[in-house]
């Protein structure tokens, strides 16, 4: 669905036409515009939405059952992309990563399949939009050429990027860090605690002198 998005992103030049408008020249977005891909765009982009509210619902509501029938769950696997393990990560350096380069902060994490796909996409788009060259003219205080030289319709596909992968690894990193403490408890409950142990919630119990 990603690659459908920007495929139709660009045959309908919709990041252009959002520039145009951004800078007030209605007139310009409105002749930008290929009305044949653009309708395209619109049902994609509902179902998208859709698709991802009822998911997440789905996931919720598995989540829920899961913890009532205290599931089990893998917190040790070797594969033959990679070894994944849970262990309690930094929040803050899954996003400071992701803000170096999108899907680092997966990285960071173990999500090698969201990894590779944010990177190779960052990588396309930095491409296209001569972001970096316009970085370097930049750098030489040539800002015209750097201004120029950038291709919009590509550019504008960068901030959802970059947004995405920090959002991405940030949630993330704090479910992983939250399942890591799950299933700590679990292992200390099951292994080391008395099975006639009792919390008595809202009791003090005293010691025995």
Known sequence: MFCWEVFVNIQ????????????????????VLETRWMLLYIPVYLFGIWDSYRTTIDMNNVYLLAEREDAPFNSFSIGALEINYLDKRSPLMSVIWSLFMPGLGQLHIHR????????????????FSNLLVAVHFLFMGDIASGTAVLNKQWLLFMPSMWGF???DSYVNTVENNKLYGAEQKSFLIKDFQNPGFKVMRGKVVSGQP
Not at 17 to 23: D, E, I, R, W
Not at 112 to 127: C, G, N, P, R
């Open 165 to 167: 992968a920090v959002y």
């Open 12 to 31: 309908a030049k919709i990041n252009l036409a959002m520039v145009h408008s951004f800078c007030g020249d209605i007139a310009l977005a409105k002749e």
């Open 112 to 127: 090698l399949l969201t990894a590779f796909f944010a990177q190779v996409w960052t990588i396309v788009f930095l491409y």
